[in-house]
């Protein structure tokens, strides 16, 4: 595989690759799916995986891991989120959305990390 194919320089001097993004909750596989950080402005351009750490049991119980074009993980940043057993006031626990512009993640979620997300909100609406 050429490198250079896989990455590039827009007009306005943004790098864009071509990367992927795996989506683990606890122990199980949601998916991957593509993804240029060169064009994901309200993810601020992030160039790294996501492990999300419960601040109650120490458990990281999600990752998001970007792998680059050369099929390398990229570092991790920690986003400190309650999991499902741990609820947070305020906050869906065990929602990979909940944090730091993870929302913005919303539009990259595979058909079956969506799901999980929407079932998590579902639950949350139901408690209120």
Not at 4 to 11: R, V
Not at 25 to 52: C, N, V, W
Not at 96 to 108: F, S, V
Request: with cysteine.
């Amino acid at each position: 595989m050429n490198p250079s194919a896989n990455l590039w320089q827009d007009p306005d001097g943004t790098v864009h690759e071509r990367c992927r993004l795996v989506f683990h909750i606890q122990s199980d596989f949601f998916g991957e799916t593509p993804f240029d950080p060169g064009a994901a402005p309200q993810l601020g351009y992030r160039r790294t995986s996501l492990a999300y750490f419960c601040p109650d049991c120490g458990e990281v119980w999600a990752r998001v891991v970007l792998l680059d074009s050369s099929e390398r993980t990229a570092p991790f940043d920690v986003e400190v989120e309650s999991c499902e057993r741990h609820p947070a006031p305020g906050k869906v626990p065990g929602s990979i959305l909940e944090g730091y512009r993870n929302d913005a993640l919303l539009q990259y979620l595979t058909p079956a990390a969506l799901k999980r997300e929407a079932l998590l909100h579902l639950k949350m609406k139901e408690k209120q």
